[in-house]
């Protein structure tokens, strides 16, 4: 049995080549649906009446036809709903320690594939916590899932292609897309230009984009960053200040505008969910690219753990193409070391995926340089700026902590202020807080701060009773 956390493209690539390749799989997922992050469209009873039609999200039409396969293949079992809350290893047997309506249980497996994927990165600004603020990701999953528009003026901004699909989504559906501000320069394309001949279809998927804006008289500017989001007397986003920003993202004078808004949608690019691969003590690193910390993975995608491999996000950040195609080599890799054993033809093909993935983090390596998050967002921030939301630690407290307490790293930041000790227990803050930290010490942060920083025993908040009340469930059958 080889169980895969994570049901979206990287795990549903996985459990398709596993099963291809003779074995039981299950995936667990946490949601109620298959698609991960990417393919979030459509509540499930209106599926059907999108099939075959190119409307909404082209997209969806590909994330169809592999969810619809992953659950009508016999080797495949997937609990649905079903959160990992902690995971362990002892004497070379994993257990799963999972939830599902409220109920812990475990269960082991032989051969583990971890595609828990990347949630959105939030950089905090002068009123990044007044209502009608929200990641990109948000917007998009609101319009994906649930045909919710995130406002009726909406500004989009930030940094990263992220931003067109959800700029052009939101077009798309009527809504009004009234700022669109790109933080980067595209000169800093010119050093990747071969990259970028290379991958071609994103070229074109980029000029799809434009095309939106262009139909909908929608400017994409770049060198803006939203650097202020102002409340109304209500407390209610009411607009944004904008301003121009040089390659570092420090603010050009004179250039702040505000514009009038009644939800704006920021993204700040990606962070690698990595809470069960610290469980399991599977060796990380900083991803020099983008400074996040990722899962270390062989040509194989095998973890420094064995029998424990890792696709997708959570090895760095780079696409759903590229997730797929690491989900690909995790499932083939996996069911042969337990005993699969592969055709003429299944080499060739391994070798041709390991071709693909080559030049797809290629790709994702230029993206993360083109769309870095550059220092001087730090000098956005007024001594009030909270940095961590859910303990309502300013940034004055952390300075203070830092000038005042001799707090030197992000563990005893922690200690003197509570800063990521909340309900997300700084899955939010805690890259900010390093980054602050080593502005306000003159020292750089070690590689260890960010691997500690990320490093969470409970990956889901659990109950003490459901522990109390834990039973084994290995052979059980959620299916569906
Ligand atoms: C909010 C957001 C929106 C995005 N939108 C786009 C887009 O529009 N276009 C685009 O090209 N790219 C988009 N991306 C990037 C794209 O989604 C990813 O490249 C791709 O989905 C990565 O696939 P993955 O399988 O690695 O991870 P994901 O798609 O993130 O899938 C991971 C899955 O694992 C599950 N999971 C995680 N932890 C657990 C656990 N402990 N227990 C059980 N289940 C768990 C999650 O519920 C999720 O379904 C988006 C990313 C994010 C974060």
New binding site residues.
Partial sequence: MITI?????????AALAAARGGERVRI????P????????HLPEEDEERWVGQEKL?D?FQEGYQLRLEVLRHPNIEILFN????HAEIANDQITLN?VRDSNSSQLSTEALIL??????RSLPFPGWDIPGVM????A??LL?GSYVHAGRRVVVAGTG??LM??AS?LLNDGVAVVGLFEANRISRWIPFTYVVLANFSKVLLARKYMRDFSVHKVKFKRGHAVVRANAGPDGVLRSVTVAKVDRKFKVKMATEREILCDALAISWG?TP?M??AHNLGIEQHLDVNDGSVVVVVDECQQTSVNQVFA????TG????????T??EIAGMTSARTLGAAWSVEEEEHFKGLVKKRAAQRRFARALSQVYGVQANWMEWLTPETLICRCEEVSIADIQNAVHNLGATNIRSTKLFTRVGMGLCQGRTCSRSVIEILSKESGVNAEVEDHLSAAKRQI??PISLGMIANSSSVEDSHHNH
Wanted: no cysteine; charged share 15%; proline share 5%.
């Fill in positions: 956390i994570g049901g979206g493209p990287a795990g549903i690539a667990i997922e946490g949601t649906r298959l698609g991960g992050q990417y393919w979030r999200h997209d079903t959160h990992v809350w999972i595609a828990t994927g990347a949630y959105d990641t990109a990701g948000a998009q999953s994906k292609p992220f699909p959800v989504g990606f969910d809470s069960i696709a997708g996000e959570v950040i780079g696409g759903s193409e590229l997730a797929m690491e989900g990956v889901h």
